[in-house]
């Protein structure tokens, strides 16, 4: 007789579980390593103390990681320690991108705020509004002539 009995799927998300007639052996399965975590010391946390707590094993099968082999603990920790990196890379490349329209000027906001119209030309350059520019401007001489909130207001 066979020792596997068969595979099923356990509550919630990636976690299977293998059954036989002599364990119950339940694991979590990812695609890749990454997929566990891009912060190394997070999911070294998961792999090295919450899951072997829990009588889990972690399975990267893209990776060849499997924690119930000890012998591949330092291409896990080498692998956390690259996605990390690599997550941190991207980030600084991503927040570099979006700061060059700051850097040369350019509104990079859905809305005009009032008294403003994005260019006809160029959505990323904004102009005076002849409509609604009067009104801005005489709530701000309101405010120079030390007018109230209340009273700006009710005008």
């Known amino acids: 007789m066979s020792e596997a009995q068969g595979k099923s799927?356990?509550?919630?998300?990636?976690?299977?579980s293998w059954k036989s007639l002599y364990f119950f052996e339940p694991y979590v399965s990812q695609a890749d390593?990454?997929?566990?975590?891009?912060d190394y010391i997070g999911a070294g946390k998961y792999t090295d103390m919450v899951f072997p707590s829990l009588?889990?094993?972690?399975?990267?099968l893209?990776?060849?990681?499997d924690t119930i082999h000890k012998n591949n603990e330092m291409l896990v920790i080498l692998k956390n320690m690259m996605n990390d990196l690599y997550a941190r890379d991207t980030s600084n490349k991503i927040r570099a991108v979006k700061r060059s329209p700051?850097?040369?000027g350019k509104y990079v906001?859905?809305?005009a705020p009032i008294?403003?119209?994005k260019s006809a030309e160029d959505k990323r350059v904004l102009e005076i509004d002849p409509i609604t520019a009067p009104v801005v401007r005489r709530i701000l001489d309101m405010h120079l002539q030390d007018d109230s909130f209340r009273k700006i207001a009710g005008h």
């Open 109 to 111: 906001e859905c809305y």
């Open 9 to 16: 799927h356990s509550e919630g998300c990636g976690i299977f």
């Open 33 to 38: 390593l990454c997929r566990l975590g891009r």
């Open 115 to 117: 008294g403003c119209r």
């Open 55 to 60: 009588g889990c094993r972690f399975i990267a």
């Open 102 to 104: 700051f850097k040369t």
């Open 62 to 65: 893209n990776d060849g990681v």
